[in-house]
């Protein structure tokens, strides 16, 4: 009975002991089953990253060719030897990134192509290279800095109408996205316009516009309003403009605009080159207001010669609001006194530009001289002198009310005498000005 017993226990163990190592075991089993599954999943993404980092490239007879899958690497970028025998450059399907610098030098390079799958292309990447047309395709949405830096034989070059510029990390020397100082004649956009961007690719002496823009079209390789009433941008390279009929209101960003140039802000901005504008009888406003974040009256201080810009006046219907505006650009000045008085929206008075209002507009006579303000003055409009700093007398009549803001801007040796009474004098009206004497007669 005893045995029996003790048999019994040692069986009912025996079943128990033989549960826990099957409970055991399948555990195990279990968790190893995870662990081979992780080990796979991890490989899966190592293979899925290396596939995803395949780019290669190769050079075969002059062309350079870059191929396979994700980011063309800095490892990549050609040698110099190899530089030399490069004539064609291919970026083909897969490719998503060119670093910078990817084919700076590449002096011989004179066709390139951009597959559709490329996103971002660095700072620098064909700057040097001997591309004549030039071809950026819809599909980048990150352009660096200066990628066609001194591409001296580079006539046309076509970029989506937004894109983010891609700018240095540290504060170094940087280029516009393309300088003007070479053969650039045209800009085409093959997307919908962003017109701040017109300021990122530099000198050129068209844009064109796809027909799709849903809110603007070139004419005459100018950039206006779908409806053709607002002249939007001039291009920077351009000579002579002449704004289409049709046109009711210039933007001032259209011919003033300060490009982001790093290292000289003043040497690059606005329309540099312009030696003619016509504005059409059409025309009825000039604003400030629009088509620009960065209105730099100064962009044409720099000039070599300030009187270089002819401005024709078409139109009897400007207010003059449009008429001050115009004014501010320092190149074009005496040409539009001339104009002024020849459609009879101001007269000339021994070198005063006064408006029909009494609004003393500029002064363009000679510079050493006593000058008088006659009585049919009533306000002396902003900078009226500033160019003026030999005037060493000005005897204010007593009709004037006004005097604005900068009015005698940088008088070295100035008398003023004011015959008026109540005279409201505006802040920095001697802004600059040294040694100056008022008087009240």
């Given amino acids: 009975m005893g045995k029996e017993k003790n048999i ?11 549960k826990r190592l099957l409970m055991f075991g399948i555990v ?52 110099q030897a190899q530089k030399k025998k490069i ?27 951009i ?49 983010k510029v891609l700018k240095p990390s540290s504060d170094k020397y940087y280029e516009p996205f393309v300088v003007g100082e070479y053969a650039l004649k045209t800009v085409k956009f093959s997307t919908a316009l962003e017109p701040e961007l017109v ?32 002249l939007v941008r001039i291009p920077y390279g351009r000579s002579e403009a002449d704004i289409a009929e049709g046109c009711e209101t210039i933007a001032v960003g259209s011919y003033v605009y300060k490009a982001n140039y790093f290292y000289e802000p003043q040497s690059y901005g606005g329309c540099g080159r312009l030696n ?12 400030d207001s629009v088509y620009s974040e960065n209105i730099w009256y100064g962009y044409m201080d720099y000039r070599e010669n300030y009187d270089a810009i002819e401005i024709k006046i078409e139109t009897p219907e400007l207010d003059e609001n449009s008429i001050k505006t115009l004014w501010k650009v320092k190149s074009w000045r005496k040409s539009l006194a001339k104009d002024l008085e ?23 006579g000679q510079k050493d001289v006593k000058v008088t303000i006659p009585d049919s003055v009533n306000v002396i409009g902003e900078n009226v002198f500033e160019d003026s700093s030999q005037v060493y007398q000005i005897t204010i009549g007593k009709n004037v009310k006004i005097i604005e803001k900068a009015a005698f801007y940088g008088h070295k040796n100035l008398t003023v005498y004011i015959k008026g009474d109540n005279i409201k004098i505006s802040n920095n009206v001697f802004w600059q000005c040294k040694n100056y004497t008022i008087k009240f007669e």
Wanted: net charge positive; glycine share 8%.
């Fill in 28 to 79: 195990t089993a279990a968790a190893v089953t995870m662990l081979m599954q992780t080990d796979n999943a991890s490989a899966a993404k190592k293979k899925i990253k290396q596939v995803n980092n395949s780019a290669s490239t190769s050079l075969r007879k002059g062309v350079l060719t870059v191929s396979g899958k994700g980011k063309m690497t800095k490892k990549l970028i050609p040698t």
């Fill in 8 to 18: 019994g226990k040692r069986k009912f163990y025996e079943r128990k002991y033989l």
């Fill in 342 to 364: 020849r459609n009879k929206y101001a007269e000339d008075v021994n070198g005063m530009i006064i408006l029909s209002s009494g609004y003393l507009c500029g002064y363009v």
């Fill in 199 to 230: 300021r990122m690719v530099g000198d050129c002496e068209k844009f064109e516009l796809q027909d799709s823009d849903p809110n603007y079209k070139s004419i005459d390789g100018m950039i206006y309003t779908k409806d053709g009433k607002t």
């Fill in 276 to 287: 003619k504008i016509t504005i059409p009888k059409t025309v009825k406003k000039v604003t």
């Fill in 87 to 113: 004539k064609k450059i291919i970026i083909k399907k897969g490719i998503t990134e060119l670093p910078e610098e990817a084919f700076a030098g590449c002096n011989k390079a004179e066709e390139i192509t």
């Fill in 115 to 163: 597959s559709s799958s490329v996103r971002k292309i660095g700072m620098h990447a064909f700057s040097d290279t001997a591309v004549k047309d030039m071809v950026i395709p819809k599909t980048v949405k990150g352009i660096g800095w200066g990628i066609c830096e001194r591409c001296k034989q580079l006539e046309s070059l076509t970029v989506p109408g937004n894109f």
